[in-house]
């Protein structure tokens, strides 16, 4: 995993565990992280998966006789609110705080947030709802752009970039 992660260009990625749960060792940037999310957005496949506001499945085990209906949500707030959410992956970690990596489709293009260790839970959808705002109203014009702002304190922990991809 570390060294196709490598091979996207995630130098300053090292995961532990394919589970992104807290680990000492696994370490990543936001400008990291937004690669890695503009990557899985190629694959048709996720997109479906990270578009999911629910999953229901069968949980059984046949030989205690055992069968329930478990049903997931999608904690992506943005899912439910913003028509063009493409979804993606939020979480939280003590190391990582609360964080978004959040995609949107702004005419052909995609734009992805990534946001790491906001301030509170419900922080991460605001601060991401206001770039997405300011993306599509900044760049409604038909052109490509690639581009990264960012920003980072070491003694913070903060992180904070976006890309707006093409199709």
């Known amino acids: 995993m570390n060294k196709h992660a490598h091979s996207l260009g995630l130098l300053?990625?090292?995961?532990?565990?394919?589970?992104?749960?807290?680990?000492?060792?696994n370490y990543s940037t936001?400008?990291?992280m937004t690669v890695l999310?503009?990557?899985?957005?190629q694959n048709g496949l996720l997109r479906i998966i990270?578009?999911?506001?629910?999953?229901?499945?069968?949980?059984?085990?046949?030989?205690?006789?055992?069968n329930r209906e478990v049903v997931w949500k999608n904690t992506n707030k943005h899912l439910y609110k913003i028509k063009e959410?493409?979804?993606v992956k939020t979480g939280i970690t003590p190391g990582a705080g609360?964080?978004?990596?959040?995609?949107?489709?702004?005419?052909?293009?995609?734009?992805?947030?990534?946001?790491?260790?906001?301030?509170?839970?419900?922080?991460?959808y605001n601060d991401a709802e206001l770039l997405y705002k300011w993306s599509r109203c900044k760049y409604s014009n038909?052109?490509?752009?690639?581009?990264?702002?960012?920003?980072?304190?070491n003694e913070l922990n903060l992180?904070?970039?976006f890309i707006l991809i093409s199709n």
Do not use: M, Q, W
């Open 98 to 124: 609360p964080c978004l990596s959040s995609a949107y489709r702004i005419g052909s293009r995609k734009l992805v947030v990534v946001l790491l260790n906001c301030s509170n839970l419900d922080s991460r």
């Open 37 to 41: 999310t503009a990557t899985c957005l």
């Open 50 to 66: 990270f578009k999911k506001k629910a999953h229901k499945c069968e949980v059984r085990n046949d030989k205690l006789g055992y």
């Open 85 to 87: 959410c493409i979804g």
């Open 30 to 32: 936001a400008k990291d």
């Open 142 to 153: 038909p052109f490509f752009l690639s581009f990264f702002l960012s920003f980072s304190s």
């Open 159 to 161: 992180g904070l970039i």
């Open 12 to 25: 300053n990625t090292k995961f532990i565990n394919p589970t992104g749960l807290t680990h000492t060792e």
